[in-house]
Protein backbone atom coordinates (compact mmCIF):
# COMPACT_ATOMS: atom_id res chain seq x y z
CA UNK A 1 0.00 0.00 0.00
CA UNK A 2 1.69 3.32 -1.06
CA UNK A 3 1.72 5.89 1.76
CA UNK A 4 0.19 9.43 0.40
CA UNK A 5 2.67 12.49 0.47
CA UNK A 6 1.74 15.98 0.65
CA UNK A 7 1.09 16.09 -3.38
CA UNK A 8 -1.45 13.54 -3.27
CA UNK A 9 -2.50 14.32 0.12
CA UNK A 10 -3.73 18.06 -1.15
CA UNK A 11 -5.95 15.71 -4.26
CA UNK A 12 -7.66 13.79 -1.53
CA UNK A 13 -8.51 16.46 1.05
CA UNK A 14 -10.65 19.91 0.76
CA UNK A 15 -7.75 21.73 2.28
CA UNK A 16 -5.92 23.19 -0.41
CA UNK A 17 -2.79 25.71 -1.15
CA UNK A 18 -0.89 26.68 2.40
CA UNK A 19 -3.91 25.00 4.13
CA UNK A 20 -2.87 21.92 3.15
CA UNK A 21 -0.92 20.74 6.51
CA UNK A 22 -0.03 17.19 6.57
CA UNK A 23 3.01 16.35 4.52
CA UNK A 24 2.65 12.54 4.87
CA UNK A 25 0.90 9.24 5.97
CA UNK A 26 2.68 6.57 7.78
CA UNK A 27 0.03 3.96 7.70
CA UNK A 28 -3.38 3.29 7.79
CA UNK A 29 -6.49 0.85 7.85
CA UNK A 30 -10.18 0.70 8.01
CA UNK A 31 -10.70 2.60 11.42
CA UNK A 32 -7.50 4.61 12.04
CA UNK A 33 -4.83 6.71 10.48
CA UNK A 34 -1.19 8.26 11.63
CA UNK A 35 0.67 10.89 10.07
CA UNK A 36 3.58 13.43 10.07
CA UNK A 37 4.01 16.67 9.50
CA UNK A 38 6.79 19.67 9.77
CA UNK A 39 4.60 22.61 8.87
CA UNK A 40 3.47 23.77 12.67
CA UNK A 41 7.22 25.21 11.82
CA UNK A 42 6.62 27.01 8.75
CA UNK A 43 6.57 30.96 9.74
CA UNK A 44 3.69 31.14 6.32
CA UNK A 45 1.82 28.93 8.22
CA UNK A 46 -1.60 30.51 7.56
CA UNK A 47 -2.55 29.51 11.42
CA UNK A 48 -0.23 31.55 13.01
CA UNK A 49 -0.74 34.71 14.97
CA UNK A 50 1.62 37.25 15.33
CA UNK A 51 4.14 34.22 14.31
CA UNK A 52 3.03 32.16 16.72
CA UNK A 53 0.66 28.98 16.06
CA UNK A 54 -1.41 28.13 19.14
CA UNK A 55 -1.05 24.28 20.04
CA UNK A 56 -5.36 24.58 19.80
CA UNK A 57 -4.35 25.09 15.91
CA UNK A 58 -3.08 21.17 16.36
CA UNK A 59 -7.41 20.80 15.80
CA UNK A 60 -6.86 21.53 12.05
CA UNK A 61 -4.03 19.26 11.79
CA UNK A 62 -6.28 16.18 13.17
CA UNK A 63 -9.63 17.24 11.32
CA UNK A 64 -7.48 17.28 7.90
CA UNK A 65 -6.10 13.53 8.97
CA UNK A 66 -9.64 12.75 9.35
CA UNK A 67 -10.11 14.03 6.01
CA UNK A 68 -7.26 12.03 4.21
CA UNK A 69 -8.60 8.49 6.28
CA UNK A 70 -12.10 9.45 5.05
CA UNK A 71 -10.65 10.00 1.44
CA UNK A 72 -8.51 7.01 2.05
CA UNK A 73 -11.12 4.45 3.12
CA UNK A 74 -13.82 5.59 0.61
CA UNK A 75 -10.96 5.21 -2.76
CA UNK A 76 -12.29 8.94 -3.73
CA UNK A 77 -11.26 12.81 -2.68
CA UNK A 78 -13.08 13.70 0.65
CA UNK A 79 -16.28 16.24 -0.07
CA UNK A 80 -16.29 19.59 2.16
CA UNK A 81 -17.09 18.95 5.91
CA UNK A 82 -18.26 20.60 8.96
CA UNK A 83 -17.38 20.37 12.34
CA UNK A 84 -20.29 19.70 13.73
CA UNK A 85 -18.70 19.09 17.66
CA UNK A 86 -15.43 18.86 19.61
CA UNK A 87 -15.25 16.93 22.69
CA UNK A 88 -13.16 16.78 25.66
CA UNK A 89 -10.05 18.28 24.07
CA UNK A 90 -7.54 18.82 26.36
CA UNK A 91 -4.29 20.82 25.56
CA UNK A 92 -0.98 19.63 26.97
CA UNK A 93 0.84 22.42 25.31
CA UNK A 94 0.51 26.10 24.76
CA UNK A 95 2.24 26.06 21.17
CA UNK A 96 3.29 24.04 18.19
CA UNK A 97 5.52 26.20 16.55
CA UNK A 98 8.78 26.16 18.36
CA UNK A 99 9.30 22.36 18.39
CA UNK A 100 12.05 20.42 15.98
CA UNK A 101 10.74 17.47 14.36
CA UNK A 102 7.82 16.05 13.27
CA UNK A 103 4.49 16.11 15.19
CA UNK A 104 2.30 13.33 14.61
CA UNK A 105 -0.99 13.33 14.17
CA UNK A 106 -3.51 9.89 14.99
CA UNK A 107 -7.21 9.43 13.76
CA UNK A 108 -9.43 6.58 15.20
CA UNK A 109 -13.00 6.69 13.96
CA UNK A 110 -15.63 5.87 16.14
CA UNK A 111 -18.15 6.07 13.76
CA UNK A 112 -18.51 6.14 10.15
CA UNK A 113 -21.35 6.52 8.25
CA UNK A 114 -22.30 8.54 4.72
CA UNK A 115 -23.26 11.80 6.33
CA UNK A 116 -20.29 12.36 8.18
CA UNK A 117 -17.90 10.97 11.22
CA UNK A 118 -16.79 10.59 14.43
CA UNK A 119 -13.35 10.24 15.43
CA UNK A 120 -11.02 10.27 18.57
CA UNK A 121 -7.37 12.36 17.71
CA UNK A 122 -4.28 13.00 19.50
CA UNK A 123 -1.20 15.13 18.54
CA UNK A 124 2.20 14.27 19.66
CA UNK A 125 5.78 15.38 19.41
CA UNK A 126 9.06 13.01 20.35
CA UNK A 127 6.64 11.03 22.11
CA UNK A 128 4.50 13.52 24.08
CA UNK A 129 1.69 14.41 24.65
CA UNK A 130 0.10 18.05 23.02
CA UNK A 131 -3.43 17.56 22.25
CA UNK A 132 -6.43 15.21 21.88
CA UNK A 133 -10.32 15.01 21.68
CA UNK A 134 -13.04 13.82 19.78
CA UNK A 135 -14.74 15.66 16.62
CA UNK A 136 -17.73 14.98 14.69
CA UNK A 137 -17.57 15.98 11.48
CA UNK A 138 -20.65 16.32 8.80
CA UNK A 139 -19.88 15.93 4.87
CA UNK A 140 -21.86 18.16 2.80
CA UNK A 141 -22.41 15.58 0.06
CA UNK A 142 -22.35 12.01 1.74
CA UNK A 143 -19.61 9.42 0.55
CA UNK A 144 -20.86 5.78 0.31
CA UNK A 145 -18.94 4.23 3.27
CA UNK A 146 -17.42 0.72 2.99
CA UNK A 147 -18.99 -1.98 5.14
Partial sequence: MLMPDHAAIARLVPHQGA?????????????????E???HRDPA?????DGI???????EFALQ??????????GAAQPL???SSLR?????????????GPLRIEAAA???????FIYRFAISHAGSALLHGQAAIILSSPLAVPA
Fill in 37 to 39: TDR
Fill in 88 to 100: EVALEAVRLDHLP
Fill in 45 to 49: NPLRR
Fill in 65 to 74: AMALHGALTA
Fill in 81 to 83: GFV
Fill in 110 to 116: LVAESGG
Fill in 53 to 59: LPAVCGV
Fill in 19 to 35: MCLLDRALSWDATSILC
